[in-house]
Nanobody, 120 residues
Framework: VQLQASGGGLVQPGGSLTLSCATG???????FGWFRQVPGKEREFVAL????????YYSDSVKGRFIISRDNAKNTVNLQMNSLKPEDTAVYLC???????????????WGQGTLVTVSS
């Protein structure tokens, strides 16, 4: 499965940005995740959603600010990011797995990522 994330860019603190990930056809049991990574640091979990039920889970650092959603008809997963902070600056990656798990090791397919920069 090839994943393609898009929508990154430069945004001012307090602003909003929506990322999209084209997943292609996936199993109904799939779980979609968004992670982020800063050079020199470990990959960090952001949010995940179950394809079938739409059940979501967020990291504490983004809860209440980010919203993950999926469009099964369009085979896309979105991440709406609000109230962005400079510490949200990172490369954002989407991934596909089969378990409802925030660990990056649970995901078998990864996209290349899209850069989000939060700065004034």
């Amino acid at each position: 499965v090839q994943l393609q994330a898009s929508g990154g860019g430069l945004v001012q603190p307090g602003g909003s940005l929506t990322l999209s990930c084209a997943t292609g056809r996936t199993y109904s049991s799939s779980v979609f995740g968004w992670f982020r990574q800063v050079p020199g640091k470990e990959r960090e979990f952001v949010a995940l959603i179950r394809k079938s039920s739409g059940t979501t889970y967020y990291s504490d650092s983004v809860k209440g600010r980010f919203i993950i959603s999926r469009d099964n008809a369009k085979n896309t997963v979105n991440l709406q990011m609000n109230s962005l902070k400079p510490e949200d600056t990172a490369v954002y990656l989407c991934a596909i797995g089969s378990t409802f798990d925030s660990s990056s090791s649970a995901y078998r397919s990864w996209g290349q990522g899209t850069l989000v920069t939060v700065s004034s």
